[in-house]
């Protein structure tokens, strides 16, 4: 068997007819059978109301969940034949997470915060600091590493939060309503970071209700009762 | 796991991904962080086992300090007394015809034995319808009827360590001759009507006059025969026979320590062809006194320990479970980061004994201080078991183990998505 890494042309995701339900009187459909690709590189935006499936996808898309139906393959890998524990390794591995409320540790500085990103990754307790410095560089944050985040502003909290993420080298960011508690200067910021890191090659999956965040981005898939559809992008254009 | 149709799972292939991983170090770093990040709710948390430990140690320190006290003060003044009583006599006649098994030199072969200060053979006399009176022919419904009649070895006398109020005691010589001679006891003196000795006066038993020699006020020992007359064992012998009712007994006065030795050898010395006849009763052993009495004293307060530690668990699972509820968050956090939950059961589990192991050392420390203030402030010897103090921080973090299982197994099931909702 070949090594899956080594396949460079497997996308980053692939769904093919995923579908999620929930058990019990009544079935509860959240995610009717869906078809999504997203290619290395790519820049989706995924945008509904709440209660239309968006939460079911991102946390399909983030192995947190299981698919009722159908296949998934995450860099080539069709997730269903992983066990319980390579799951988990896989989503400490390849996906990074950016949430809506941060979720830092608030007695740790911005670097050990970072630092936790690769703690069930990598043994090496030199090697994560390093890492960690170069990723809250990356987010603009160099100077305040040492920083409490019960200190930092709203959005050089979320900086650190994409910190941590990118800490890994993802090959997915998977961010959800990454500003939906920031105010829209600092969330118009907080998008061109994480536009400029798409920019370096980083595939990045936005989840979000707010149509203007929705249009930033390359490929927007609406999704609505379960069901899922991709907008040609002059669509999006023209409606914001 | 569901499977597509016309897919078999292969039994076995190469892994996909190493799974996830966490070094003992980066375990220990993440605990620590956990309790230092509200260090005053981790030392409430403590406080159950600082409490229960401390009790602990304290209360076992405290009873081997105070017995060890206790035995000290016992052996100065009880422990040189021993007994030896005649078990043949209690037998049937057929077995021992004689009722007396004590050999006449008794006095001489104890007194031989090392350690012995002053031994002899004593006995109740018992005479029914003895008159015992100040005056020859007396009626025998006399107020002086309740007075007993004793008789004793000089060395027997001398083991009851009299005070002499006036007179002397009868000595070997009116014993090997059998003098018509008696010491009498203050109280029987004062019945009797006899006050002074230097006009000789004499005790009549049964009519037949005993010379006063002496009057003892008081005894260390045998404080019956103050209420009565003793007379030399060979007078009795000679005059009313062995002992009926109540067998002879012999009285051993030894020094310090060497009351459990004596007991041991004063039947083999008394008699070395049936020993078994004779039964020595030392005084309570200094070992098992200690023992009885740190049985009775520790029971209670260890009871006391028991419960604290009881509470400090409750306190410590508590905390623990507030604290998983709190930090779900975080633990979505951790999952979401790769970290599987057998890592968040350990992080847990970490914390929670690493609290229990410093309550316990605290706790250890703590009693340990009582302790020793409690000796210096009386000049005692502080007397601590190594077996109980050294473990005693352990238990703590056996409780601390205990009490975080049901809460850090909680906290590895909780779903990632659903703590990251929040």
């Given at each position: 068997m070949t090594p899956p890494r080594t396949v460079v042309a497997a996308p980053v995701a692939a769904l093919h007819q995923v579908s999620k339900s929930y058990p019990g009187p009544p079935d509860v459909h959240a995610l009717h059978p869906v078809d999504l690709t997203v290619e290395p590189g790519d820049y989706l935006a995924v945008s509904g109301p709440s209660g239309s499936g968006k939460s079911t996808l991102l946390n399909l898309l983030g192995l947190l969940d299981r698919p009722s139906s159908g296949t998934f393959h995450l860099s080539g890998i069709d997730?269903?034949?992983?066990t319980e524990a390579e799951r988990t390794a896989l989503r400490g591995h390849r996906i990074g997470f950016v949430f809506q409320s941060f979720h830092l540790l608030a007695y740790r500085t911005a670097l050990e915060n970072v630092a936790l990103g690769q703690l069930y990754v990598s043994t090496s307790r030199r090697a994560r600091r390093t890492a960690a410095h170069e990723a809250l560089r990356r987010v603009g944050l160099g100077h305040r590493v040492h920083a409490l985040p019960t200190t930092l502003s709203g959005g050089e909290r979320q900086r650190v939060a994409i910190a941590r993420a990118l800490v890994n080298s993802p090959e997915l960011l998977l961010c959800d309503e990454p500003t939906g508690n920031l105010d829209s200067t600092t969330a118009a910021s907080v998008m061109d970071l994480i536009e400029e890191l798409h920019t370096t090659g980083v595939t990045v999956i936005v989840i979000t209700h707010d149509p203007l965040i929705a249009a930033r981005a390359d490929r927007h898939v609406s999704i609505f009762d379960g069901h899922l559809d991709e907008l040609p992008l002059h669509a999006v254009r023209e409606t914001v | 796991m569901s499977l597509p149709p016309g897919r078999t799972r292969p039994l076995r292939r190469p892994r996909l991904v190493a799974p996830s991983r966490l070094s003992w170090r980066d375990l220990a770093d993440e605990s620590l962080a956990g309790i230092l990040q509200r260090p005053a709710r981790s030392v409430l948390t403590m406080l159950g086992t600082v409490l229960g430990v401390g009790a602990f140690v304290a209360v076992l320190g405290l009873t081997s300090t105070a017995t060890g006290q206790i035995g000290k003060s016992f052996s100065l003044l009880q422990d040189t007394t021993v007994t030896v009583n005649d078990v043949g006599a209690q037998q049937p006649p057929d077995v021992t015809p004689a009722g007396f098994d004590f050999p006449n030199d008794s006095d001489a072969r104890l007194d031989?034995?090392?350690?012995?200060i002053a031994a002899g053979v004593w006995w109740s006399v018992q005479l029914p319808e003895a008159t015992i009176s100040a005056t020859p022919l007396s009626t025998p419904d006399d107020a002086s009827s309740s007075i007993g009649l004793f008789a004793a070895t000089p060395g027997a006398l001398a083991a009851m360590q009299p005070t002499v109020q006036s007179g002397v005691l009868f000595n070997s010589f009116h014993n090997s001759r059998s003098e018509q001679v008696c010491v009498l006891g203050a109280p029987a003196a004062r019945l009797l009507g006899i006050t002074r000795i230097d006009d000789q006066p004499a005790v009549f038993i049964n009519d037949i006059a005993y010379t006063v020699v002496g009057i003892i006020s008081d005894t260390r020992s045998l404080p019956q025969t103050l209420l009565g007359v003793i007379i030399p064992s060979s007078t009795a012998l000679k005059a009313y026979g062995p002992p009926t009712n109540s067998p002879a007994q012999a009285l051993i006065h030894t020094q310090l320590g060497a009351a459990q030795l004596i007991a041991a050898q004063a039947p083999l010395a008394l008699r070395?062809?049936?020993?078994?006849l004779l039964q020595a009763v030392p005084p309570p052993d200094p070992t098992s006194l200690r023992n009885a009495v740190s049985t009775d004293l520790s029971g209670l307060f260890l009871t006391l320990a028991g419960i604290c530690l009881v509470i400090g668990a409750v306190g410590i699972a508590n905390t623990t479970l507030v604290a998983v509820m709190e930090r779900t968050g975080e633990i979505g956090l951790r999952r979401a980061l790769g970290a599987r939950p057998r890592h968040i059961t350990l992080q847990f589990l970490t914390e929670s004994t690493t609290l229990g192991l410093l309550g316990g050392l605290i706790g250890t420390s703590i009693g340990v201080t009582t302790v020793i203030a409690t000796a210096l402030d009386r000049h005692w010897t502080a007397i601590l078991n190594p077996a109980t103090v050294l473990p005693a921080p352990l238990i703590g973090a056996l409780i601390g183990l205990l009490a975080g299982l049901y809460p850090a197994l909680r906290a590895a099931r909780i779903e990632p998505l659903d703590a990251l909702r929040r």
């Open positions: 997730v269903a034949t992983l | 031989r034995l090392n350690g012995v070395p062809d049936q020993p078994q």
